[in-house]
């Protein structure tokens, strides 16, 4: 008897969930609808899926290095820095249109393993600290020259 009462008040809330007596989030719906699907899992088209956006990171990953190279040059100059990184957010001039610019790392790569993630989040991490260090060098060198005049 007692471990059916536990057994009944361990479940009650995937029972109260599934009937829906309590306001249910979008992803318990998605696992609701999941595990109550009746159709077979096409296995094999998750998997490409998968291997898909292991390659869009892969490929990202290889971009962000690559960007991350070229400003660790010292002979660059500060107009073809500056216009590496527009390049790289996809700031163009006005008239040519190639999309909306990357917003977050992880777009469209979400389902990769976790340490690609944070490999992905720790590189662009280090792309954004270099552009915030030329930011800030520009604004001291302004300051300066300022205060010389």
């Known amino acids: ?3 059916t009462v536990t057994g009944v008040h361990k479940y009650k809330w995937l ?7 309590y306001p249910q989030s979008a992803l318990l719906n998605t696992i609701v609808e999941f595990a109550l699907k009746e159709e077979p899992v096409d296995v094999e088209k998750m998997r490409k899926c998968l291997l898909k956006q292991l390659e869009r990171a892969e490929v990202r990953l290889e971009g962000i290095d690559t960007i991350l190279k070229l400003a ?4 660059l100059l ?7 990184f527009c ?3 996809r700031l163009i001039p006005e008239g040519a249109n190639i999309g909306e610019p990357l917003t977050d790392c992880l777009k469209d790569v979400d389902l990769i393993p976790p340490f690609n993630r944070m ?3 720790v590189t662009f991490g280090k792309l954004y600290a270099w552009a915030i260090q ?4 520009i604004l001291l060198d302004a300051n300066a020259k300022f205060k010389e005049l």
Do not use: I
């Open 87 to 89: 390049g790289w957010q």
């Open 1 to 3: 008897l007692l471990s």
């Open 119 to 121: 490999l992905l989040e």
């Open 78 to 84: 500060q107009s073809v820095q500056y216009a590496m």
């Open 15 to 21: 029972k109260q969930n599934v009937q829906g007596l």
């Open 134 to 137: 030329n930011v800030r060098n």
């Open 72 to 75: 660790a040059k010292n002979f």
